[in-house]
């Protein structure tokens, strides 16, 4: 395993791999590594020949700057956490100029409207920040195969859309969310949760698998309806939104069609901590 800190080192490795007609799996990551991350690296590295794990806090995706200053950066604590991965493995820990050459511009992207529903209302402007850094990753390292979590459903879907209408030749591989014991979905943000928190969190996914096995038997109102007075019974935990859509459009569902496919979607805050999850209903 190589760590590598700039484009400069990084490209030559790469150019070499690619004339030798070998594959590169992409796995992009903001860093503290846990379990799901190396799911995600796992599948990489059994399709490929060579895996790029990039850990960058990317700045233009954050609308709130304490967010920002607070997420987790525990570098040598995730470069541990891969060394056993030696063969195939290189990590890309890239300088902002690597990224934003022209300084922390932003593109605007119009991704057909998922962008402005669920995490796109509640945080202006992160998908085109989201856009932009993935956009240059691509642009830098040309994977064959680009992985990302369902746990980050919009996103996931918001990659999808951005390869469509930039024409990047990547085929992107969704993964399924790993989970603690006790439910909660695995986040670098889970490092941030006191004890009690962290317990209290466990209801996000109870929530959502009630949610799931009703699905078939009461309507939307009566689910959204039950999903805040659970919340609001609770003193740890705060909901944001819970939303039922269209997996493809995003769309809030409104009337049930059959050959569509629905999942639910959260946002809570554990105190300042936001935690989001999701489940595939049919």
Do not use: W
């Not at 820990?93 to 119009?110: A, C, K, M, S």
Request: net charge negative.
């Amino acid at each position: 395993m190589q760590v590598y800190y700039s484009i400069s080192e990084l490209k030559p490795k790469l150019n070499a791999i690619k004339k030798q007609e070998q594959t590169i799996g992409f796995v992009p990551t903001m860093g503290a590594l846990h379990k799901g991350h190396l799911s995600l690296i796992e599948s990489a590295m059994n399709q490929n020949d060579t895996v790029v794990v990039s850990i960058f806090v990317n700045p233009t995706q954050f609308n709130n700057k304490e967010d920002f200053e607070n997420y987790p950066r525990t570098i040598e604590e995730d470069i541990q956490i891969v060394s056993h991965l030696k063969d195939k493995l290189m990590i890309y820990v890239p300088r902002v100029e690597d990224i934003y050459p022209n300084g922390l511009q932003t593109i605007q992207f119009d991704f057909e409207g998922i962008e402005h529903e669920m995490e796109g209302s509640f945080r202006p402007g992160h998908f085109d920040g989201v856009g932009s850094v993935l956009k240059s990753f691509f642009k830098l390292i040309e994977p064959n195969k680009a992985y990302f979590g369902e746990k980050d459903f919009q996103q996931l879907q918001i990659v999808r859309k951005l390869i469509e209408i930039e024409h990047i030749p990547v085929q992107i591989i969704a993964c399924p969310i790993m989970r603690e014991p006790t439910g909660l979905a695995m986040s670098s943000r889970n490092k941030r949760l006191s004890e009690k928190q962290f317990k209290e969190a466990a209801l996000i996914y109870k929530v959502l698998t009630e949610v799931q096995a009703d699905f078939g038997i009461k309507n939307v109102n009566e689910l959204t309806q039950r999903v805040e007075e659970t919340f609001e019974a609770n003193t740890t935990l705060k909901l944001e939104y819970f939303i039922i859509a269209d997996e493809e459009t995003l769309q809030p569902l409104k009337n049930k069609e059959k050959n569509k496919k629905y999942r639910a979607f959260i946002a809570v805050f554990a105190g300042e901590i936001r935690l989001i999850d999701n489940i595939a209903l049919n």
